[in-house]
């Protein structure tokens, strides 16, 4: 039933590049996990392993029927995801103050991860069929910013602001390489202008205070300061080689927080130095440039745009996770695909992954 | 679809997609330009910091908001606690260590060790508190030693100190370290667990202006944990100063006054509503709780039987006794029932269905009309009122003068009290309200229950002329630099619905009640220029039976509250007081005598020694009236 030409035109380059960097992503979330541990988390590594299986069949799945088959289904995605979002607001797992987990059997996982990846999907479709020249204007941008704003919303409320971020700078990505009419860009950036003070004037004083910390979190040395400098350390005492597997001391000692998750990077930087980190850097440019060149080739409104959606989420997600573990951003939960530990996260990162290879095995198909 | 984006779409994405790989290289380029800056530039730097762990966080403590009585006086301070440390990691050998230490402070080595023996991991980085509050002896030796013991440290953090002791305690309340349940609680966002937070009182109700701003510092430490440097560092901010209502002299005499004694004096000025003192006993020390209570002396504490954690004056209900009849007198007189001029018969007992109720005063008090009634506290006179009033009409006028219902003083938890009605029998009893029970109902017995703070903002409506005002605790608040935050001003929580006429009766009686030889208060009257109005109240505590001899000497608990309600001067109220001493017996004899040397007190406070002759004997009255 496959056709020939499917084989032919497979994109080995991009199921290689998938390869390294579950290698390093397993191997830097093993250091992470064990390095100076007797205890506890030794099983996160095999977890993760697990989850890696689950998302190469994910993957595997998701190259296999044609890509366009997600225009037809892409309300119902997003209807799903929305449906899971608003489920975990009231029978999530409470875990450290918010509530981002679901609970299926022995599994937990985060309905907001998948949420990225429904919203890519239905503003591809909608973008695919509204898309012209001229750009959009703000009547065309109404349904896509509905369409975000309430992942947006249920995402904030759990509150998880890492991927609400994302999910905003996904669409506004997506919406920006669409188009936008100059005079709809005007009055987007002005009504911004104007309603950000006024907001702000609004807002009682400890919620100030909370958004002063969270744009410069070195106001707060005991909280989000010390978590950056401790990162800066471990990644900064890597130096040009590295301090070796296994070695880095920061990450042994935990003196960083979230070293699994969020600041997996750091652990990275620590152990296998500069030289390490540029591998691991150039292999996510490689993958960027590369799903770019996908959406390069790709012939169909529909999958230009899908294929651009998800180059735009790794992208982003590699930009924040690896400028917050160095001090450039603001720290917010943002994983760092293949290497940060969680199974929501490395299934949806494969199921991206799938995507983007249907996307360009099809690339010669016509109907 | 589009035509034109079906044939031209791919050239066009294209072209946008250029501006794309312009942007991501430019990211990319920054990242690696930070990578190269933080691993190849200052590695070396980080790579030393690195290598001892050597950034250690540090807390700077703020001192929690003063608390001031209405002039100015200290009430609530802070005082510098000396808390010993330890940095398990820069203390090796920590055994050694810890050995030294104990000799230098005197505390065994093993107590030390067991605080020390459970830290691992990240921990043995971080300061374990070995000891709190070691007091300044062991200061200077720990400070005279400090290079034979490593990784040790002190810190000075502010710990709550309480002037007057027990004095006011349960108003200003006192601290202890914050509950779990707390923690979730969205008031308490800004705490870590191990904090002291505010569990009652103006430190429970004003915690958010009491609180400061905790500071912090990272700091890098050298081998043996001596900081060698600040790399960050915010300054603590003090918490706002509160002035309270009350006036400290008074509050004193308040608390000599109740000395030995069950029970709360609670005065205000009727004008502003401002509590001027507050008092209950037997009282606690908050002292006692700032570095904690072990649970065997917080389960005594709680366990006495006459509750020296309660607040009484604002969560202790009462019957109000005669005291009610003030409310009695109001609901019978608007409601036309009786007039000044109506007059009943007292022959000391009336018969009412098959029951035989007593008058307080077994001669009865002859023919009086509601003046001599209320002067005089007869109870026969009400019992005929209360044969011609409804007690739903009672209850109305009793929660229309604010009983049954928190005053809104605004700390804590008030008591809410309890004016029955027919619908309520019904509803909380199960069955009809029978007539005999508003016999009792209307001299303040049966099911009627009132709060001290209840009957003082009553009673200062009356001296008010019918307007009822909120009494308020806390008269302002000013940053620690002295800048005005908030300022209380009074609030008028309604109207008494009274006519003047009925305003001038009832005043003239409390008047009677004090200044006349028949007066219940006769024995009180202060004298010395002042004259004072109020009503007496003995509240049973249980119920009498007929034929008992009433002279017979009950025991403690058994015996009834002693009420007392005024206010003074008459002619022009400066300040209302409520007096309840539980199993005080007599109001007359009991309450209304500290609430005269209490106004005295007040109006004239240089004749404070000259006057203190304490209670007197009450020549006039035997017993009381119920």
Redesign the interface.
């Known amino acids: 039933m496959i056709d020939r030409r499917l084989i032919q035109n497979f994109d080995w380059r991009l199921l290689g590049l998938t390869f390294v960097l579950s290698l390093m992503g397993i191997m830097t979330l093993y250091s992470a996990v064990t390095a100076g ?1 007797s205890n506890v988390q030794d099983a996160l590594y095999l977890k993760q392993i697990v989850w890696y299986c689950a998302g190469f069949g994910v993957m595997i799945i998701s190259f296999l029927f044609n890509y366009k088959a997600l225009d037809r289904w892409s309300i119902l995605i997003y209807g799903l995801s929305i449906l899971l979002l608003v489920l975990v607001l009231f029978v999530g797992k409470h875990v450290g103050g918010s509530k981002r987990w679901l609970m299926v059997g022995p599994f937990s996982f985060q309905p907001s991860e998948f949420a990225k990846l429904a919203v890519i999907i239905v503003l591809a479709r909608y973008y ?2 509204t ?3 001229k750009g959009l204007s703000i009547g065309g941008l109404l349904t896509p910013f509905l369409l975000s704003i309430v992942p947006f919303i249920l995402i904030m409320l759990q509150p998880d602001l890492g991927t609400a971020m994302l999910i905003f700078l996904i669409a506004a990505s997506m919406s920006v ?1 669409i ?1 936008i009419e100059r005079k709809a860009f005007i009055y987007i950036i002005s009504t911004g202008v104007i309603i950000l003070p006024m907001v702000w004037f609004l807002l009682k004083d ?1 919620q100030k205070q909370r958004i002063m910390t969270f744009l410069n979190p ?5 909280g989000a ?2 978590h950056i ?2 990162s ?9 080689s590295g301090k070796g597997f296994l070695k880095g ?2 990450s042994a ?3 960083l927080p979230e070293q699994h998750t969020d600041f997996i990077f750091s652990v990275l ?2 152990e296998w ?2 030289i390490g ?2 591998v691991l ?1 150039l292999v ?2 490689m993958l ?2 590369w799903s ?1 060149k996908i ?2 080739g ?2 169909d ?1 529909f999958g ?1 745009i899908l294929s ?1 959606g998800i180059s735009a989420m790794l ?1 982003w997600q590699v ?1 924040v996770n ?2 917050m573990a ?1 001090g ?1 951003m603001p720290v917010v939960g943002v994983t760092l695909p293949f290497i940060s530990y969680g199974g929501s996260s490395i299934i949806t990162t494969l199921a991206s992954i799938g995507i983007l290879l249907n996307i360009s095995m099809r690339r010669y198909l016509f109907e | ?2 035509k ?2 079906k044939s031209t ?2 050239e ?3 072209h ?2 250029s501006g ?2 312009y942007f ?1 290289t430019a ?2 380029v ?3 330009l ?3 800056y ?3 530039i ?6 030393r ?3 001892n ?1 050597c ?1 250690r ?1 540090q ?1 700077i403590e703020y001192p929690r908001g003063l608390i001031f009585d209405r002039n100015g006086i200290l009430l609530v301070d802070n005082r510098p606690s000396f808390n010993l440390s330890i940095v398990l990691n820069d203390a090796r050998p920590v055994k050694l260590t810890l050995e030294k230490l104990s000799q230098y402070i005197g505390v065994p080595a093993g107590e030390l060790a067991s605080k020390a023996d459970c830290i691992k ?2 921990s043995s ?1 971080r300061p374990v508190l070995l000891k709190q509050d070691i007091g300044r002896n062991a200061l200077a030796a720990v400070e005279a030693h400090k290079y034979e013991l490593p990784g040790v440290s002190i810190d000075v953090q502010p710990k709550r100190y309480y002037l007057h002791r027990n004095s006011a305690a349960h108003l200003i309340g006192y601290l202890s370290e914050i509950s779990s349940n707390e923690l979730k609680d969205k008031k308490y ?1 800004k705490n870590k667990p191990g904090d002291f937070v505010g569990k009652s009182g103006i430190e429970k109700s004003f915690e958010n202006y009491l609180i400061g701003k ?1 500071g ?3 700091v890098e430490v050298n081998v043996s944990g001596q900081v060698v440097r600040v ?4 300054d603590a901010e003090a918490g706002n100063s509160i002035y309270l209502t009350i006036d400290q002299r008074l509050q004193k005499k308040a608390e000599e006054l109740l000395e030995g004694k069950a029970g709360a004096v609670v005065a205000m000025e009727p004008s502003s509503g401002q509590i001027l003192a507050m008092t209950s006993k037997p009282s606690f020390d908050p002292n006692e709780f700032v570095c904690g209570l072990t649970h065997d002396e917080w389960k005594i504490l709680i366990s006495q039987p006459n509750r020296p954690m309660e607040n009484k004056a604002i969560k202790g209900e009462y019957p109000p006794a005669s005291t009610y009849k003030i409310v009695t007198s109001i609901a019978a007189l608007e409601e036309k029932v009786i007039d000044i001029n109506t007059s009943f018969y007292c022959p000391g007992y009336i018969k009412y269905g098959n029951r035989e109720f007593r008058c307080w005063k077994k001669g009865g008090h002859g023919s009086v009309n509601v003046v001599r009634a209320l002067a005089e506290s007869c109870d026969v006179f009400f019992y005929n009122v209360g044969q011609r009033l409804d007690i739903d009409k009672l209850a109305w006028y009793a929660k229309a003068c604010g009983l049954g219902a928190p005053t809104g003083i605004g700390f804590e938890q008030e008591g809410a009290g309890l004016i029955p009605s027919a619908i309520w029998k019904k509803k909380r009893i199960g069955t009809a309200w029978s007539s005999g029970e508003t016999l009792s109902a209307v001299i303040g017995q049966g099911y009627n229950l009132v709060t001290p703070i209840q009957m003082l903002v009553l009673i200062s409506s009356i001296a008010n002329g019918g307007k009822r005002i909120k009494p308020v605790v806390m008269k302002r608040i000013e940053t620690p630099e002295g800048r005005l935050i908030t300022e209380s001003s009074p609030e008028i929580l309604g109207n008494i619905p009274i006519s003047q006429n009925t305003i001038d009766i009832v005043s003239k009686s409390l008047w009677e009640a004090v200044n006349k030889n028949y007066g219940t208060a006769w024995g009180a009257r202060p004298g010395g220029g002042i004259e004072m109005s109020g009503k007496t109240g003995t509240a049973q505590v249980f119920g009498r039976k007929e034929g008992d001899d009433e002279k017979k000497r009950v025991p403690q608990h058994l015996r009834p509250h002693a009420w007392f309600v005024a206010y003074a001067p008459s002619s022009d109220p400066k300040i209302a007081v409520s007096v309840i001493v539980e199993h005080g017996e007599h109001g007359s004899s009991t309450a209304a005598p500290i609430a005269r040397e209490l106004i005295r007190s007040y109006l004239n406070p240089e004749s404070e020694n000259s006057n203190n002759a304490g209670v007197v004997a009450d020549y006039n009255i035997v017993y009381d009236e119920y």
């Not at chain 2, 790399?231 to 915010?234: A, P, R, T």
């Open positions: 541990k695919s069929k898309a012209n020249i390489f188009k400890y070195e106001h707060d040395p005991l300061g010390y400098i401790q800066k350390i471990a990644i900064g005492s890597g130096m040009i001391t920061q000692l935990s003196f930087a620590e130095g500069f980190s540029l850097i996510f440019f960027i440039t770019l959406t390069h790709c012939r409104p230009t651009f992208s930009v690896t400028g160095m450039l | 679809m589009s034109f984006i779409d791919s066009w994405f294209r946008r997609l794309v790989m991501v990211a990319f920054v990242i690696f930070r990578l190269f933080l691993q190849v200052e590695g070396e730097e980080f790579r910091l690195s290598e762990n950034i966080l807390r991991g990240i980085y966002l905790r912090g510092r990272q790399l960050e560092n915010i």
